[in-house]
């Protein structure tokens, strides 16, 4: 006689006894009433000589239908001399490698890897432009089929609407992210990275900055010129002169960063662009300047109090004003166009041709060696030795070209040589 087949209605009305019992479809297919009062689909086979059980899912999520179909499918896998349940586990397998290789998954993974080492802001920045310009291109492909020509179209696509320095990013980050992958074994080659040229280019724009052979008139220019009452003003211009600092980080110093017994101006690594505490070794030059800044703003925090706002910081513009009121605003015949941003380029040459340690002028302009090793080393050491005898000629230098007005052209000075032989 015919086994009864089960009912959807039967299924339903199945309720929980004090053992767990089944409820037979017919061809191994049953329903398994657990004593929990939850129902389950189960398919029983032979397979080798063993009696075996493939589960098939839980009722009424799966139907008797689908019940039905998901054991017509295990028998076909039956039929060519495969088990269904070993079948069922490699296909696990397999979605879970895939999934696991999607490369919204492995970015994900190489973001909470690394934001230990990012500030807050960085870090959210990073993710957003994955979220937005990568993810809905690339997030759910297996990081193994990604090739470079895929890698280029994201990029083409941020760079369709002029945001040519989002497309250098996100290709930098979708380098790191492949770069990860490559790491930690679940990618052999990194699609992205040889793409570095096929950036489109914006025209480099240099801030504008002294020629050296103008820095003697504009020095002499600075001292004799009358700031209109704003005597800090060119006090400022002369500090920044000196420590070739960013101009921010200039108008932003605070009385209590400078420590002038031991001649040193320590800069928070939340006032600097990298995020890193920056030195700065005083001159005696410097200093003097300081001491001549004390009787004017030394009764608030800031050094370059705004004249409107004491504590707010003086402005750029007032530094930029200044400097154009001294005809360098590259309308003047005879004077080029200078910002105050630019005397980090002026300095930075001069030191250079005249020999000093490039990595101790890189230093003090603040500026961070990218490979993770050396950055460790460069911050640690910090080449303050070097970096506070430089600062101290750069100082004497400037003094010499104020005072006697030559071209730097045929200054021989070949103390700077010594120095950073």
């Not at 696991?100 to 807050?120: D, I, Y």
């Not at 993710?127 to 310009?133: A, H, I, K, N, P």
């Not at 990275?193 to 489109?200: F, G, Q, R, S, T």
């Not at 009787?295 to 004491?310: A, K, M, N, T």
Request: net charge positive; hydrophobic share 35%.
């Amino acid at each position: 006689m015919a086994s009864q087949k089960l009912t959807d209605a039967t299924a339903k009305q199945a309720s929980a006894k004090d053992k767990d019992y089944k409820l037979s479809d017919g061809g191994g297919l049953y329903l398994l009433v657990k004593t929990n009062g939850s129902k389950c689909w189960r398919y029983a086979y032979r397979f080798d000589g063993k009696q075996k059980t493939l589960a098939l899912g839980i009722y009424p999520a799966v139907t008797l239908k689908n019940a039905r179909d998901a054991m017509a499918k295990a028998k076909e896998i039956l039929s060519t001399g495969t088990d269904p349940g070993r079948a069922k586990q490699e296909q696990k397998r397999k979605s879970i490698l895939i999934n696991g290789n999607q490369f919204s998954v492995l970015a994900v993974e190489w973001w909470e890897h690394q934001k230990g080492t990012w500030t807050e802001g960085h870090a959210s920045r990073i993710l957003g432009r994955l979220e937005m310009d990568v993810f809905p291109y690339l997030g759910n492909r297996a990081i193994t089929d990604i090739s470079p020509q895929d890698v280029i179209a994201v990029v083409r696509r941020i760079e369709s609407r002029d945001a040519l320095d989002v497309a250098s990013r996100v290709l930098q980050d979708i380098r790191r992210v492949c770069r990860y992958a490559v790491q930690t074994g679940r990618l052999t080659h990194n699609p992205a990275i040889e793409l570095a040229d096929i950036l489109k280019g914006r025209k480099e724009e240099h801030r504008p900055s002294l020629p050296r052979e103008e820095l003697p008139a504009f020095l002499r220019d600075l001292e004799t010129y009358d700031m209109r009452g704003r005597l800090i003003t060119k006090l400022a211009i002369k500090l920044l002169l000196l420590t070739f600092v960013r101009s921010g980080e200039l108008r932003g110093a605070r009385w209590e960063e400078f420590n002038l017994e031991e001649k040193l101006w320590r800069i928070p690594a939340h006032r600097m662009k990298m995020k890193t505490e920056h030195l700065v070794p005083l001159s005696k030059q410097a200093i003097r300047v300081l001491e001549q800044i004390r009787p004017i703003s030394g009764q608030y925090d800031l050094v370059f109090p705004s004249e409107r706002e004491r504590t707010d910081c003086m402005s750029d513009a007032t530094l930029l004003r200044a400097i154009y009121r001294l005809g360098y605003d590259g309308k003047t015949a005879g004077k080029t166009h200078c910002v105050p941003h630019g005397f980090r380029a002026t300095a930075s040459s001069i030191l250079n041709e005249q020999g000093f340690n490039p990595d101790a002028i890189e230093r003090q302009l603040a500026h961070l060696e990218r490979n993770g090793v050396r950055a460790a080393y460069t911050h640690h050491a910090r080449y303050l030795d070097d970096r506070a005898k430089m600062m101290q000629w750069w100082a004497d230098y400037l003094d010499g070209l104020r005072a006697q007005g030559l071209s730097i052209n045929v200054l021989s000075i070949g103390f700077g040589k010594q120095m950073g032989s």
